[in-house]
């Protein structure tokens, strides 16, 4: 490709493009998001390639295979979507490939049994399907169309078109304004209005010439949270593109984008379009012979959850321990190398581009009042449809849950759901239609967080969801302060006493004022939003709390220290299953006859219960 | 070093009497110079603040807004409210000394410091009797910041956290300058020096203080 030496050139190289595009070729869309990948899809995506060459189809029909990011239905993956026609098959294994060839690209038909079907009903098209009818995607707008591995599709999907727009039409005060008028907060957890943001940080520099930098967070470290993940995969050019424009409005020659090292693909996608986009011009120097120049530079993590925070993240960088340090002086007065810095997250970054090319005025519009355009979040747990999703701000949280979701899977009942990770809350079922929106979360004691959306039935004890999460915490807590390093280990003392039946009362009086300690003297967000998981669960559901303390029980009947498994004479068929995989040889029974377990031999691992195929297993 | 601007001066209140900070002053510089005794255990002049002992936490407040900072690095502002001694600010020292206890129980210093705020056990589990260290990692600030050679830093993170030198063997970066003994508050750095510094006798010459 040549390079690219003015706005007008990649006007037109778009045009031509899309021109290529639009001409009704066949492309075969392959999901290698992080939920197909792990479901084989790069071997459906081979056998796609295997399949087509040994045919030797006509040019007319020959489709080009493309291997795209994450469309989010990740429960029915490996997806395939079929363009032009739009059908969207899932469930693909590499076997169901040449028919697809032989069928659907060569004669048009479709394979019915490849169609996602809900309640009987079975869907062409993605749109139709429950799951996307809600969804507005404008962070991930291009994830699953794109190769992200082709910089020329991106362009035809009209990336650098905001950059384009903001070098030939805007000053940099204007594309601040914009920013500020679209009302976007930072979408990695707190919710900064990053116009705000942007504004102090030219201001800081104003009064302190010299280099400033803008910095992406790509540390997304929540336990079930990938939503980053899919837009550093599917599309890093919004990523990229999104640091050049505030690099422009802030006139900075030097960007970092810190990724988790456990993010191999979101690192090489990120350094290949890099690459490409610098080899076109379109990144380094002289961006589209404007003039400008500014790079940017990955920086791996090397696997510590507080490196996120943002301090700890510049330290990162700096090639020092992450360490927080107190906040008291801003980030955009003294960040990365004491100087002013511009932070935000990925999907912050993916979205500045949308709201240059539209308008602040017209995203203002998308969400409610304060809280404006949309989120993605991923969702996982207890769920008909685990995915990723992206919705408009202040859809009620029910809507995510049971239409988006499709409700709880199996018999179980909508309990709970954990927003905003480790550091977010517990909402409970009777709060389901809140709104979800900054300050609606805020105001019932969770978080917007950076988008994990964790769905609980009744099968899951909330004072061991709470230690999962402080657990992770203590683990991940740099040890700087005191009531973080000592705070957190004593909570958790307190959880683990809870859920053997140990404790009593006045502990959780006790272990409230710690959490107190801990929340007012931390130092970082990590150590003072710790408590947050616990002591949203004590509101909810302090009754599950008192039964495991006081009647020694666990309700949702996890607790290993406080449930027996039985075995159901009724229901039992002395199949023998259970005994043949009880890892304890606890279990009993002739065969054909109903089946018994030795209690005090019993691990309660569960086993036995997961397998049955005639639910005789109860646990109580 | 601050840069201070000597003539321009930040009224605010420290527990209801008023206070005059000169820029560049945090809230810990103001009130000593008031003579308001606030506690403090990693803060120390000689290095810039690093805020992980949290033992000089204060309680900022203006209008409806207020939170718990710790006052060696806060820097007052116009019109705030601080106050050293609030309900929320006694649950935060008080838990911190108890956990001071429980970090260090052979420290003199921690224990006479708790006894005077009535702190006088611990509910936490003490893991280690013999331990003096608290990990404020003042030493490791001197080392670095006023000595200029980094020869201990602190390891690891979390509740396994400790001071170290780099592959915890004798550093011959140590100049045994004995500053990161000095200023430790507890004088746990007594015991750990010659694992930093090695055997002695077998360091001469240039850049050795001995």
């Known amino acids: 490709m040549e390079r690219i030496t003015s706005i007008q050139q990649l006007e037109l190289l778009k045009n031509s493009l899309q021109k290529a595009k639009e001409s009704g070729r066949n492309v075969v869309r392959v999901c290698l998001g992080p939920g197909c990948r792990a479901q084989g899809a790069d071997k459906v995506a081979a056998a796609f390639r295997d399949t087509v060459r040994q045919q030797g189809l006509p040019v007319k029909i020959e489709p080009l295979i493309k291997e795209t990011g994450c469309h989010g239905f990740c429960k029915e993956g490996p997806l395939v979507t079929l363009v032009p026609s739009g059908l969207f098959y899932s469930r693909v294994k590499p076997e169901d490939v040449e028919e697809i060839v032989e069928k659907t690209i060569k004669k048009q038909e479709v394979i019915s049994r490849l169609l996602y079907s809900e309640n009987g009903t079975s869907y062409r098209t993605a749109n139709e399907i429950p799951f996307y009818k809600r969804q507005m995607k404008l962070a991930s707008r291009n994830v699953g169309d794109i190769d992200p591995l082709n910089i020329e599709d991106a362009i035809a999907n009209d990336a650098y078109q905001a950059a384009a727009k903001a070098f030939s039409s805007m000053s940099p005060d204007q594309v601040i304004k914009e920013v500020e008028i679209s009302g976007l907060r930072g979408r990695g957890g707190a919710g900064f209005p990053t116009g705000r943001k942007w504004r102090s940080a030219s201001n800081a520099v104003k009064k302190r010439p010299g280099p400033v930098y803008v910095v992406c967070n790509g540390d997304e470290g929540d336990p079930g949270a990938f939503m980053d993940c899919a837009i550093m995969e599917g599309d890093p050019h919004s990523v990229i593109e999104g640091m050049i424009i505030a690099a422009y409005a802030l006139d900075a020659r030097q960007g970092f984008i810190y990724v988790r090292e456990e993010y191999p693909f979101a690192i090489r996608n990120l350094t290949i379009a890099m690459d490409q986009a610098r080899s076109v011009g379109l990144l380094g120097k002289n961006i589209m012979g404007s003039g400008f120049d500014f790079d940017i530079r990955i920086n791996r993590g090397a696997g510590a959850y507080v490196c996120g925070e943002s301090t700890a993240l510049f330290l990162s960088i700096e090639g020092k321990p992450g360490e927080p340090r107190a906040k008291y002086i801003r980030s955009v007065e003294r960040g990365l190398w004491d100087r002013p810095t511009v932070l935000n997250n990925v999907e912050t970054w993916a979205n500045i581009p949308v709201i240059i090319e539209k308008g602040g005025e017209w995203f203002s519009k998308i969400g409610v009042p304060g809280s404006t355009g949309t989120k993605a979040f991923s969702l996982v747990g207890k769920v008909k449809n685990v995915g990723l999703v992206e919705v408009p701000m202040g ?4 809507t995510i849950v049971e239409e988006i979701g499709g409700g709880i899977p199996g018999k179980g009942a909508f309990k709970a759901v954990q927003t905003g990770g480790p550091s977010g809350g517990c909402i409970p079922y009777k709060l389901k239609d809140v709104s979800v929106d900054y300050d609606s979360l805020t105001k019932i004691g969770s978080i917007m967080g950076s988008g994990g959306m964790i769905v609980m039935d009744d099968k899951d004890c909330v004072v061991d969801v709470a230690r999962y999460f402080l657990r992770f915490l203590e683990e991940e807590s740099c040890g700087k302060c005191l009531p973080c390093r000592l705070g957190l280990e004593a909570m958790l003392e307190f959880l683990d006493n809870f859920t053997q039946g140990k404790g009593s009362l006045e502990d959780i009086e006790e272990l409230k004022s710690l959490a107190k300690a801990v929340q007012d003297g931390a130092l970082c967000a990590l150590g003072g939003s710790a408590p947050n998981p616990m002591l949203t669960t004590l509101e909810y559901f302090r009754e599950e709390y008192e039964a495991h303390i006081v009647d020694k029980r666990c309700p949702a009947g996890v607790c290993k220290a406080l449930i027996t498994y039985h075995i159901d004479p009724e229901a039992c068929t002395g199949c023998g299953l259970c005994a043949g995989i009880c890892p304890q040889s606890c279990i009993t029974g002739e065969e054909k006859s109903p089946h018994k377990i030795v209690q005090n031999a019993c691990n309660r691992c569960g086993l036995c219960m997961d397998l049955c195929k005639f639910s005789a297993i109860t646990v109580s | 070093m601050k840069e201070i601007d000597t003539k321009k001066l930040i009224n605010f209140s420290i527990n209801g009497t008023p206070a ?31 805020g992980a002992c949290r033992l000089c936490v204060v309680e900022a407040r203006d209008g409806a807004w207020s939170k718990v900072v710790v006052s060696c690095m806060y820097p007052p502002y116009e019109g705030v409210e601080i106050l050293t001694d609030s309900e929320r600010v006694k649950n935060v020292r008080r838990w ?33 009797p013999e331990e003096q260290c608290m990990l404020c990692g ?20 979390g509740v396994l956290k400790h001071v170290s030198t780099p592959y915890m063997v004798p550093n011959r970066a140590c100049i045994a300058c004995g500053s990161c003994v000095t200023v430790c508050p507890t004088g746990a750095m007594q015991a750990r020096l010659d694992k930093v510094r090695g055997d002695v006798s077998q360091r001469t010459g240039h850049g050795f203080a001995h």
């Open chain 2, 96 to 128: 911190v000394l108890e956990m001071l206890l429980a970090q260090c129980p052979a420290s003199r210093e921690i224990k006479a410091l708790a006894a005077e705020y009535g702190v006088k056990s611990t509910r936490f589990r003490i893991k280690n």
């Open chain 2, 138 to 157: 003042l030493c490791v600030r001197v080392c670095a910041e006023v000595v200029g050679v980094q020869a201990i830093s602190l390891g690891s993170r």
């Open chain 1, 395 to 398: 859809v009620p949280l029910s």
């Open chain 2, 20 to 50: 005059q900070a000169k820029e560049g002053w945090t809230v810990l510089d103001t009130a000593r110079n008031m003579g308001i005794h606030i506690p403090t255990l990693c803060h120390h002049e000689a290095v810039e603040p690093s």
